[in-house]
């Protein structure tokens, strides 16, 4: 068979004359999955040496620990303000609470008082009060 004549192929499933183009061998194989894994390493190692830039230049003057630190520090702010409030309320409450007691007593003698002047009971509260009359 000379070079010009294309070889024949008999398989299972065919019967004909060779349709490859070219055929290499397990070594050419090898060799070119070889060079694809290190065209495809070398693409990656670019793109995460560029990831890695972009990423730091998200730290100010690239300092992650400086970064790092800040953000904990506000954390810690954040907590000592959520303890600060919580105390707060908890104190406003409980005084809250005498505190409203003891201008609704205000109130209550202001009433009492005024509904006395109104029937002319002062004299009598005034002598109740211990203070001079009116």
């Known amino acids: 068979m000379d070079s010009t004549e294309a070889?024949?192929?008999?398989?299972?499933h065919y019967d004909g004359p060779?349709?490859?183009r070219y055929s290499?061998?397990?070594e050419?194989?090898?060799a070119g999955i070889e060079e694809m894994f290190r065209q495809h390493e070398g693409r990656e190692k670019e793109w995460f040496e560029r990831f890695r830039a972009e990423c730091d230049s998200a730290y100010p003057n690239g300092d992650r620990r400086g970064h790092c630190e800040a953000h904990e520090a506000m954390i810690l702010a954040k907590h000592a303000e959520e303890e600060?409030?919580?105390t707060a309320k908890a104190e406003a409450l409980k005084h809250g609470v005498?505190?409203?007691?003891a201008v609704v007593k205000v109130v209550f003698i202001l009433a009492i008082v005024g509904l006395a002047a109104k029937f002319g009971l002062s004299?009598?509260?005034a002598k109740i009060l211990g203070v001079p009359a009116p």
């Open 7 to 12: 070889s024949w192929v008999r398989t299972a």
């Open 18 to 20: 060779e349709r490859r």
């Open 24 to 26: 290499k061998t397990v």
């Open 28 to 30: 050419q194989l090898e």
């Open 84 to 86: 600060f409030w919580h």
């Open 98 to 101: 005498a505190g409203m007691f």
């Open 123 to 125: 004299p009598v509260l």
